[in-house]
Structure formats: C-alpha cells, structure tokens
Nanobody, 123 residues
Framework: QVQLVESGGGLVQAGGSLRLSCAAS????????MGWFRQAPGKEREFVAA????????YYADSVKGRFPISRDNAKNTVYLQMNSLKPEDTAVYYC????????????????WGQGTQVTVSS
C-alpha cells in the first residue's frame, strides 16, 4: 500500500509559478514511477508529466513541455512539479499517482492516487 499526499496548489496570476509536491509513504515507494495528472471541471483526467523510479526518464504532455519540469527526491520520497509560465487553461485539480508497470500516459495503469490539489490561474 502506498499513500500519496499532494500540496502546493493555490491561486496564481497568469505567467506566475507554483511548485506542487507529492509526499509518498508506504512499502517500497521508491520502486514506483510517479505521475501527475489534472482534471478540469467537465473534462476527463489528463496526463501532465511522469518520472521513472530512478529519475532516469521523464515524460511530458505537449501542453506543458518546457514549462512544468518534474523531479523526485527519493531520499525524501517526494515528487515535485514545478509549474512555470502558468496559463488560465492550466486551472484544474492536480493529482499525483504511483505506477509499477504499464504506460505512464494512461490513468488506468496507475495503482495509487492522491486526493488532489487545486490550481487556479487567473487571467
């Protein structure tokens, strides 16, 4: 069992930055790849970014590539999503998730999810 707790969301103006954190706890948490997804009202949950367990590989949605670097600190069991140059269309609830196998891009392949943190970008 793995527990995930997101933090760092909030209200920010367009062009601003936020850093989301996801603290993981549980058995063999360092063995999991980690991903960030987001869901806006009335829309499906969409992939944002992911990082392999050894942090050797990262994956990004085209909409955030170059703006939202993902990183992890395995000593702290924490994954970060640095969100820069934020746009109003980035407004959503952001979820952290853990994956052992499958596609980093598909929500169905993630085994554990956090409760989400709200990010609101004003224009």
């Amino acid at each position: 069992q793995v527990q995930l707790v997101e933090s760092g969301g909030g209200l920010v103006q367009a062009g601003g930055s936020l850093r989301l954190s996801c603290a993981a706890s549980g058995r063999a948490v360092g063995s999991y790849g980690m991903g960030w997804f987001r869901q806006a009202p009335g829309k499906e949950r969409e992939f944002v970014a992911a990082i392999s367990w050894g942090a050797g590989s990262t994956y990004y949605a085209d909409s955030v590539k170059g703006r939202f670097p993902i990183s992890r600190d395995n000593a702290k069991n924490t994954v970060y999503l640095q969100m820069n140059s934020l746009k109003p269309e980035d407004t959503a609830v952001y979820y952290c998730a853990a994956i052992l196998g499958g596609s980093y891009y598909l929500p169905k392949d993630y085994a554990y999810w956090g409760q989400g943190t709200q990010v609101t970008v004003s224009s």
